[in-house]
């Protein structure tokens, strides 16, 4: 693609020339990116919980997720390759269908599960400050750290904090770390003795469930721990070669699933597996089993939360961002649009997201106080499953237009397979022990579309037009 073809942002430079994003990310750089954007929250926090519905074969879900979620990342493969541009799913759904109304459900859908993204791990950074500390508190003293965390992260947001790719690079160095750490003291207790192995090939369903609504839920459960690789197209405008993406997606995703899985087998390996479903804090009881007597425990705790605390932040700049990009277009109220002076950051949008996962985070404790982590993560996954089947609809429709440069081309089944695959998972059978999910995802979307309506109606009596929305890709 030449150089002439960037994506234009607002402003020129001196001779008149349109600005454009620096392409600055070669190989390397970008898959580090995609490694540590798909790495954080999700296996910290939930490889208990896999694990607690199917048993020690906890690592058969993490594989079916990746699965699911390969299948989609080629959909993404050809998309991006073949749009390069930085608005993600919100530009395909608009491209395909071009109906505002079901761009506007993509792109608010992406915007809710950033919310319930940054809500979980603000939960997960609470839980292992508490275990670091070695504080004794109740879930409201759990819940009030999360919230106090939250109300920290907004105030960063509101300085005008922006993504720096290298600063990814090095959180995800101490994500690797981490699980690293944890592979490395389970194998370590596999050959001390203090692991048993025989756990990792018992499969036991909780609550007589089927093995099939048990594998259903527990790959939909595990999904969280895959999201984050679709966030990664919104870089192909800084990629010094868009048809790079193929490959180091498809790295990148690997070597998060083989991680993944290592550390699904140390875990039931080394803790009871009643133990592990329970804990808010898997990984470190899995490093605290595995090498009793070594002071690594008391830092993994740390690293956590260093780990997590970065979903958070991206997650939150993400959605208030998303929030303001839409005020912009005038699909919701204009006032989410307004910035503070000197910081130029959009204070509503900031304040109102943050306001959204407080909510969250004190209805979820308050009603489920044993599964916050779980029911907030499997919300993320719920919301993501559904912008995934759309992605693989889009990619099927826009066959049809062809473009004038080269582009990856996905096997015509896999968006296929992916469509079903995950509709299915979005299906009630897939949650059937956390039906709150629904709720939580339902009123979050029911939020956005009273607030597009409230626009809609605003936009037509006093300017005499509808909802526009018309560049998508402003959204980013």
Same mark, same amino acid.
């Given at each position: 693609m030449s150089q002439s073809e *960037?994506? +234009?942002? @607002?402003?020129?430079?001196?001779?008149?020339?349109?600005?454009?994003?620096?392409?600055?990310?070669?190989?390397?750089?970008?898959?580090?990116?995609?490694v540590g954007d798909i790495l954080g929250t999700g296996v910290y926090a939930l490889t208990g919980k896999v694990a607690g519905q199917v048993g020690g074969a906890g690592w058969a879900p993490v594989i079916l997720a990746f699965a699911v979620a390969m299948i989609t990342a080629c959909s993404y493969m050809e998309l991006v390759t073949k749009y390069p541009r930085a608005a993600g799913a919100a530009l395909y759904?608009?491209?395909?269908?071009?109906?505002?109304?079901?761009?506007?459900?993509?792109?608010?859908?992406?915007?809710?599960?950033?919310?319930?993204?940054?809500?979980?791990?603000? *939960?997960?950074?609470?839980?292992?400050?508490?275990?670091?500390?070695?504080?004794?508190?109740?879930?409201?003293g759990v819940m009030w750290i999360a919230l106090g965390f939250l109300a920290f992260v907004a105030a960063v947001n509101l300085r005008g904090v922006a993504e720096s790719v290298w600063?990814?690079?090095?959180?995800?160095?101490? @994500?690797? +770390?981490?699980l690293l750490l944890v592979i490395l003291v389970g194998f370590f207790a596999l050959g001390s003795g203090n692991a048993d192995f025989s756990r990792v090939v018992i499969f036991e369903t909780a609550d007589d469930k089927s093995v099939f609504l048990a594998i259903t839920g527990a790959t939909a459960l595990a999904f969280f721990s895959m999201v984050g690789f679709e966030d990664s197209v919104n870089m192909v405008e800084e990629t010094k070669d868009p048809q790079i993406f193929p490959k180091i997606m498809l790295t990148g995703l690997s070597i998060t699933g083989v991680i993944y899985v290592l550390v699904s087998i140390v875990a039931v390996a080394a803790v009871p597996i009643g133990q592990l479903? @329970?804990?808010?804090?898997?990984?470190?009881?899995?490093?605290?089993?595995?090498?009793?007597?070594?002071?690594?425990?008391?830092?993994?705790?740390?690293?956590?939360?260093?780990?997590?605390?970065?979903?958070?932040?991206?997650?939150?700049?993400?959605?208030?961002?998303?929030?303001y990009g839409m005020a912009k277009q005038n699909v919701l109220p204009p006032v989410f649009a307004k910035v503070l002076r000197n910081r130029r950051s959009p204070?509503?949008?900031?304040?109102?997201?943050?306001?959204?996962?407080?909510?969250?985070?004190?209805?979820?404790?308050?009603?489920?106080?044993?599964?916050?982590?779980a029911s907030l993560g499997g919300t993320t996954s719920l919301l993501l499953l559904a912008v995934f089947a759309v992605v693989n609809v889009a990619v099927l429709i826009l066959r049809r237009q062809t473009v004038d440069h080269k582009h990856f081309r996905t096997p015509t089944v896999l968006p296929w397979i992916g469509v079903f695959t995950c509709a299915f998972l979005v299906g009630p059978w897939a949650r059937l022990d956390d039906l709150i999910q629904y709720?939580?995802?339902?009123?979050?979307?029911?939020?956005?579309?009273?607030?597009?309506?409230? +626009?809609?109606?605003?936009?037509?009596?006093?300017?005499?037009?509808? +909802?526009?929305?018309?560049h998508p890709e402003e959204l980013s």
């Open positions: *960037n994506t +234009t942002v @607002e402003g020129s430079t001196g001779q008149g020339q349109p600005e454009t994003l620096k392409r600055v990310m070669g190989p390397k750089l970008l898959l580090l990116f995609i759904a608009h491209k395909a269908f071009g109906i505002h109304f079901i761009t506007f459900l993509v792109a608010f859908a992406v915007l809710s599960s950033g919310i319930t993204s940054a809500s979980t791990a603000s *939960n997960v950074f609470a839980a292992n400050m508490v275990a670091g500390f070695g504080w004794d508190l109740p879930g409201s600063f990814n690079v090095v959180l995800t160095l101490v @994500e690797l +770390t981490g479903a @329970e804990s808010e804090t898997p990984l470190l009881d899995v490093v605290r089993a595995g090498a009793p007597g070594v002071p690594i425990d008391a830092i993994f705790p740390f690293m956590t939360m260093f780990a997590v605390a970065n979903s958070a932040l991206i997650n939150m700049l993400m959605a208030s961002r998303l929030l204070w509503v949008s900031i304040i109102f997201t943050t306001l959204i996962a407080f909510a969250l985070i004190i209805a979820v404790t308050t009603i489920l106080p044993e599964s916050v982590t709720q939580i995802a339902i009123a979050l979307i029911g939020i956005g579309v009273v607030l597009w309506a409230v +626009t809609w109606l605003w936009n037509r009596s006093v300017r005499g037009s509808s +909802t526009r929305f018309r």
